[in-house]
């Protein structure tokens, strides 16, 4: 009766907290809404800019007396602005213009006419408001016109030709910016937060309690010198490691959360959240709370990636135990992890805590099915659902919870079995206390929209083009970067010829990875950008079935014949020249001093085409004068390894994985020779290793300005903006806030050299959303000299000043707030007249045959792509 009860209780349970967490996005929330006042409360009205963000606030008063019109009719100029002119006349049309010409008052807003009258006498005032609903102006408390369907003007300034003179007291702009996105949970969305959460905890650990485990836990890991030498490696590596494209832009997500309160995309897309996916960010931010410093920076994914490790060799042991056959299991699985790991980290981007989440998940579904503990899947359903919330690929998490559904099913029967179906899945609604927490349903949505519309988007069908970018000579698909990807398409198709003949344990656990491998194949292609990244995403199942291949043979035992493991060894063999045939290419600090590689001011980021042959060629890796990808080396390290194994009458298909074997060495050796060499190469000078041993502020700490001081020394105090190509470099300059509905205007800007060319333009694009867009308008920049660390072979960038039009800040910001349930918001800005693109415009920018021809020319020169 007690087991029946519990039982009960347990499905209760799940259902309350099931549907606490499907009330969680529509509860209200407290909206942040600064209201921004001109002239600076006790000044008198003077030009200053003032820059939103988004564009147009969500209501805009102007409030201007007649006075202040007369003195401009007679003295020239306009009476308010709130953009300068500009060379693009569609551009100058976004804002709102109010002017008087030989006494006749003219308003235009959002590029319409709203008003024109003469200006009746000097002692009247004007009212010019503008909301979602549209514009409309009064005279004297008269309403004298209203254009429905008219947008707030856009504001980067206000400015007026009355500034300082005693006839424009009591003009006044009140506008209330956009900060949609900060939010925090009112009260009863706090307690219901507070129960979720006790609820969900009381859920799972019931599951875990009740439902325990049915086998012993017959043996224990045993831990071995290679589960020191991993971590080492790592350690290390965080020194020695490349750098990504996209480290800076992940770390200025994480060092401004603390600013706006939501994880935000800092650098475009107007700072709209980047939901679902902020988990990682999320954890990152709590490690650079401690230190922005370069070497603890730097740690950060080495940490996970030491995680990522011992998840999988727990997955192993579970998985097949510490047999005298296995010995070598986990020195392959070293191998195979570092051929993954090495390449494509450092980085601080959301892939490594994906690869973590689906380690942890595969590891405890797989201890879960060997002790035959049932409860532990509802710990598991949570573990994927946080993975979930990294990035797209972390869907890949679910497949090995899936792949137990059939077991779970099984093993529990009646009310028992509905018991614990609930509390699994109630589990995973741990997604909606970190997604919800302090925002709302409409946010997501918006978000979604924002980011599909002015960002590059892809279908599942454009998948192919991940694929293709490996296999071209950038530095996205270098060799090293090629090489996992292609070993684990290796590993698939050995696997299928292995299935119909399962004879091992190992057989069938390298087809559950092989299962678990295609899901998240799946999760990549409907992922909405096809960065080759987001492969380590999945490569936690992947990195297993390399190792089990290796140490298995590629062909099962019955086809061991001659004729069939010589195909296979050419085919891996081939597999290894198309790796080597990548060039050594690297971004930014992390090619510097490399050999085989570029050196100047080419781009290693870009793509080299095909009339560049020589340079190409350059690039390839060499050992002499033999070139590594070299056909004939290939053939006869097949014909070695078959006629030496055949010698001993051992299998023929052992010489195909001793290649496997040899190439994946032949990887992760040349990843560590030439990353030792690079920073010897460039003694006494500034490498990403020296600069991140010193444990300082990076290469900051070594260029100098002309006035003898370090970048560290000059910057310091002063409001900087970091390109975020370059951002890694640069841990320790302090983040702008983006906040409030505005941008903090930064005094300097840190460039990337100007070989990265998407470096420096994301941010000012307004067809983009970028953040700094207001700077093209109101600003301009001035060049500050400074020398490089290690001469002109390495370009580290330029430093600029920030002269503005007007002085920024006179103005006073307040802050109120209002509540809003979970579908409520402000109009969407995902559309064509609120930036004056089209949706998906820089994707069509970046292929020119999609351009439209309808699209103004000058808006795709400003991205650098022509």
Same mark, same amino acid.
Request: glycine share 10%; with cysteine; charged share 15%.
């Given at each position: 009766?007690?087991?029946? *009860?519990?039982?009960?209780?347990?499905?209760?349970?799940?259902?309350?907290?099931?549907?606490?967490?499907?009330?969680?996005?529509?509860?209200?929330?407290?909206?942040?809404?600064?209201?921004?006042?001109?002239?600076?409360?006790?000044?008198?009205?003077?030009?200053?800019?003032?820059?939103?963000?988004?564009? &147009?606030?969500?209501? *805009?008063?102007?409030?201007?007396?007649?006075?202040?019109?007369?003195?401009?009719?007679?003295?020239?100029?306009?009476?308010?602005?709130?953009?300068?002119?500009?060379?693009?006349?569609? @551009?100058?049309?976004?804002?709102?213009?109010?002017?008087?010409?030989?006494?006749?008052?003219?308003?235009?807003?959002?590029?319409?006419?709203?008003?024109? /009258?003469?200006?009746?006498?000097?002692?009247?005032?004007?009212?010019?408001?503008?909301?979602?609903?549209?514009?409309?102006?009064?005279?004297?408390? =008269? @309403?004298?016109?209203?254009?429905?369907?008219?947008?707030?003007?856009?504001?980067?300034?206000?400015?007026?030709?009355?500034?300082?003179?005693?006839?424009?007291?009591?003009?006044?702009?009140?506008?209330?910016?956009?900060?949609?996105?900060?939010?925090?949970?009112? #009260?009863?969305?706090?307690?219901?937060?507070?129960?979720?959460?006790?609820?969900?905890?009381?859920?799972?650990?019931?599951?875990?309690?009740?439902?325990?485990?049915? &086998?012993?836990?017959?043996? &224990? %890991?045993?831990?071995?010198?290679?589960?020191?030498?991993?971590?080492?490696?790592?350690?290390?590596?965080?020194?020695?490691?490349?750098?990504?494209?996209?480290?800076?832009?992940?770390?200025?997500? $994480?060092?401004?959360?603390?600013?706006?309160?939501?994880?935000?995309?800092?650098?475009?897309?107007?700072? $709209? +959240?980047?939901?679902?996916?902020?988990?990682?960010?999320y954890l990152l931010a709590g490690w650079t709370s401690v230190s922005t410093s370069m070497l603890w920076v730097r740690l950060f994914p080495a940490v996970l990636?030491?995680?990522?490790?011992?998840?999988?060799?727990?997955?192993?042991?579970?998985?097949?135990?510490?047999?005298?056959?296995?010995?070598?299991?986990?020195?392959?699985?070293?191998?195979?992890?570092?051929?993954?790991?090495? +390449?494509?980290?450092?980085?601080?981007?959301?892939?490594?805590?994906?690869?973590?989440?689906?380690?942890?998940?595969?590891?405890?579904?797989?201890?879960?099915?060997?002790?035959?503990?049932?409860?532990?899947?509802?710990?598991?359903?949570?573990?994927?659902?946080?993975?979930?919330?990294?990035?797209?690929?972390?869907?890949?998490?679910?497949?090995?919870?899936?792949?137990?559904?059939?077991?779970?099913?099984?093993?529990?029967?009646?009310?028992?079995?509905?018991?614990?179906?609930?509390?699994?899945?109630?589990?995973?609604?741990?997604?909606?206390?970190?997604?919800?927490?302090?925002?709302?349903?409409?946010?997501?949505? /918006?978000?979604?929209?924002?980011?599909?519309?002015?960002?590059?988007?892809?279908?599942?069908?454009?998948?192919?083009?991940?694929?293709?970018?490996?296999?071209?000579?950038?530095?996205?698909?270098?060799?090293? #970067?090629?090489?996992?990807?292609?070993? =684990?398409?290796?590993?698939?198709?050995?696997?299928?010829?292995?299935?119909?003949?399962?004879?091992?344990?190992?057989?069938?656990?390298?087809?559950?990875?092989?299962?678990?491998?295609?899901?998240?194949?799946?999760?990549?292609?409907?992922?909405?950008?096809?960065?080759?990244?987001?492969?380590?995403?999945?490569?936690?199942?992947?990195?297993?079935?390399?190792?089990?291949?290796?140490?298995?043979?590629?062909?099962?035992?019955?086809?061991?014949?001659?004729?069939?493991?010589?195909?296979?060894?050419?085919? %891996?063999?081939?597999?290894?020249?198309?790796?080597?045939?990548?060039?050594? =290419?690297?971004?930014? *600090?992390?090619?510097?001093?490399?050999?085989?590689?570029?050196?100047?001011?080419?781009?290693?980021?870009?793509?080299?085409?095909?009339? /560049?042959?020589?340079?190409?060629?350059?690039?390839?890796?060499? %050992?002499?004068?033999?070139?590594?990808?070299?056909?004939?080396?290939?053939?006869?390290?097949?014909?070695?390894?078959?006629?030496?194994?055949?010698? &001993?009458?051992?299998?023929?298909?052992?010489?195909?994985?001793?290649?496997?074997?040899?190439?994946?060495?032949?990887?992760?050796?040349?990843?560590?020779?030439?990353?030792? %060499?690079?920073?010897?190469?460039?003694?006494?000078?500034?490498? !990403?290793?020296?600069?991140?041993?010193?444990?300082?502020?990076?290469?900051?700490?070594?260029?100098?300005?002309?006035?003898?001081?370090?970048?560290?020394?000059?910057?310091?105090?002063?409001?900087?903006?970091?390109?975020?190509?370059?951002?890694?470099?640069?841990?320790?300059?302090?983040?702008?806030?983006?906040?409030?509905?505005?941008?903090?205007? +930064?005094?300097?800007?840190? !460039?990337?050299?100007?070989?990265?060319?998407?470096?420096?333009?994301?941010?000012?694009?307004?067809?983009?959303?970028?953040?700094?867009?207001? !700077?093209?308008?109101?600003?301009? =920049?001035?060049?500050?000299?400074?020398?490089?660390?290690?001469?002109?072979?390495?370009?580290?960038?330029?430093?600029?000043?920030?002269?503005?039009?007007?002085?920024?800040?006179?103005?006073?910001?307040?802050?109120?707030?209002?509540?809003?349930?979970?579908?409520?918001?402000? +109009?969407?800005?995902?559309?064509?007249?609120?930036?004056?693109?089209?949706?998906?415009?820089? #994707?069509?920018?970046?292929?020119?045959?999609?351009?439209?021809?309808?699209?103004?020319?000058?808006?795709?020169?400003?991205?650098?792509?022509?």
């Open positions: 009766m007690q087991q029946r *009860f519990t039982a009960w209780i347990l499905l209760a349970s799940a259902l309350v907290t099931a549907a606490m967490a499907l009330s969680l996005p529509l509860a209200p929330v407290t909206v942040d809404q600064p209201v921004v006042t001109w002239p600076k409360q006790g000044e008198r009205v003077s030009n200053t800019v003032v820059p939103l963000l988004p564009y &147009r606030p969500l209501r *805009f008063t102007a409030e201007v007396p007649c006075s202040a019109i007369s003195a401009v009719n007679s003295r020239g100029g306009e009476v308010l602005r709130t953009l300068p002119p500009a060379r693009d006349a569609a @551009q100058q049309e976004h804002g709102l213009i109010m002017r008087v010409v030989n006494g006749i008052v003219q308003v235009r807003v959002s590029g319409k006419s709203i008003i024109e /009258e003469r200006l009746p006498r000097a002692d009247c005032s004007y009212r010019v408001h503008a909301d979602a609903g549209g514009v409309d102006v009064w005279r004297d408390g =008269m @309403q004298l016109v209203r254009h429905a369907g008219v947008l707030p003007p856009q504001v980067a300034m206000l400015e007026t030709g009355a500034a300082g003179l005693a006839e424009s007291d009591g003009m006044r702009v009140v506008l209330d910016t956009d900060a949609r996105f900060q939010s925090a949970p009112t #009260k009863a969305k706090f307690v219901l937060l507070i129960l979720h959460g006790l609820l969900l905890v009381g859920c799972v650990t019931l599951a875990v309690l009740r439902y325990r485990a049915k &086998r012993p836990s017959d043996d &224990r %890991i045993r831990w071995r010198p290679v589960d020191f030498l991993v971590p080492g490696v790592l350690l290390a590596w965080s020194v020695l490691g490349p750098t990504n494209d996209d480290d800076g832009w992940y770390l200025r997500h $994480a060092l401004n959360l603390g600013d706006v309160g939501y994880v935000g995309n800092y650098y475009h897309s107007f700072n $709209a +959240p980047e939901s679902p996916f902020l988990l990682a960010q990636g030491i995680g990522v490790w011992f998840a999988l060799r727990w997955f192993l042991h579970s998985a097949l135990g510490e047999r005298r056959a296995y010995r070598a299991l986990p020195w392959l699985l070293a191998l195979a992890f570092l051929v993954w790991w090495l +390449p494509y980290n450092p980085t601080l981007r959301p892939e490594p805590v994906t690869c973590l989440g689906v380690a942890l998940t595969l590891a405890l579904c797989e201890y879960a099915r060997r002790r035959e503990w049932v409860g532990l899947m509802a710990p598991a359903v949570l573990l994927a659902a946080f993975t979930t919330l990294t990035m797209g690929a972390g869907l890949v998490a679910w497949a090995p919870v899936a792949l137990q559904v059939p077991w779970l099913w099984r093993s529990v029967h009646g009310r028992e079995r509905l018991a614990l179906i609930a509390a699994v899945l109630s589990s995973g609604t741990v997604a909606f206390t970190v997604l919800f927490a302090d925002g709302k349903l409409a946010d997501l949505l /918006e978000a979604t929209k924002i980011h599909y519309y002015y960002w590059i988007t892809m279908g599942w069908t454009e998948e192919w083009g991940r694929y293709a970018t490996l296999l071209v000579p950038t530095g996205s698909g270098n060799w090293a #970067k090629r090489a996992p990807v292609l070993l =684990m398409i290796v590993c698939l198709v050995f696997v299928a010829v292995r299935a119909r003949r399962r004879r091992w344990q190992v057989d069938a656990v390298m087809v559950r990875l092989a299962g678990v491998l295609g899901f998240g194949m799946v999760a990549l292609a409907i992922i909405p950008t096809k960065w080759t990244h987001h492969f380590v995403g999945i490569a936690a199942p992947a990195i297993v079935l390399l190792a089990l291949i290796t140490f298995a043979g590629p062909l099962p035992a019955r086809v061991r014949r001659t004729a069939p493991a010589v195909a296979a060894g050419l085919f %891996i063999a081939f597999t290894g020249v198309v790796i080597f045939s990548g060039p050594n =290419m690297w971004h930014s *600090f992390g090619n510097w001093g490399q050999p085989f590689s570029l050196a100047g001011d080419i781009d290693p980021m870009r793509t080299l085409d095909p009339d /560049e042959k020589d340079m190409v060629e350059s690039l390839m890796l060499a %050992i002499g004068p033999v070139k590594v990808n070299n056909v004939l080396v290939w053939a006869g390290a097949i014909g070695l390894s078959w006629y030496l194994l055949r010698r &001993r009458r051992r299998w023929a298909d052992t010489g195909s994985a001793r290649v496997l074997l040899g190439t994946q060495a032949l990887v992760v050796g040349l990843l560590l020779v030439l990353f030792v %060499i690079a920073p010897l190469r460039q003694l006494p000078g500034w490498s !990403l290793a020296s600069g991140t041993l010193r444990n300082g502020c990076g290469i900051a700490d070594s260029v100098r300005v002309h006035d003898g001081r370090t970048l560290t020394e000059h910057l310091a105090g002063r409001v900087t903006y970091v390109d975020w190509s370059i951002g890694i470099g640069y841990p320790c300059v302090p983040v702008p806030p983006v906040k409030d509905g505005m941008v903090t205007p +930064p005094e300097f800007r840190v !460039l990337a050299a100007e070989k990265f060319t998407m470096g420096g333009l994301v941010s000012v694009y307004e067809g983009i959303g970028g953040t700094h867009g207001f !700077l093209g308008r109101v600003a301009e =920049m001035v060049k500050v000299p400074a020398d490089a660390p290690n001469g002109v072979e390495s370009p580290w960038g330029g430093l600029e000043r920030v002269k503005y039009l007007h002085e920024p800040g006179r103005y006073t910001v307040t802050m109120t707030q209002r509540v809003e349930h979970g579908l409520q918001a402000p +109009p969407t800005i995902a559309r064509l007249d609120y930036a004056g693109v089209p949706s998906g415009y820089i #994707k069509q920018a970046i292929d020119p045959s999609r351009l439209p021809t309808d699209v103004d020319d000058d808006r795709y020169d400003t991205l650098g792509l022509r």
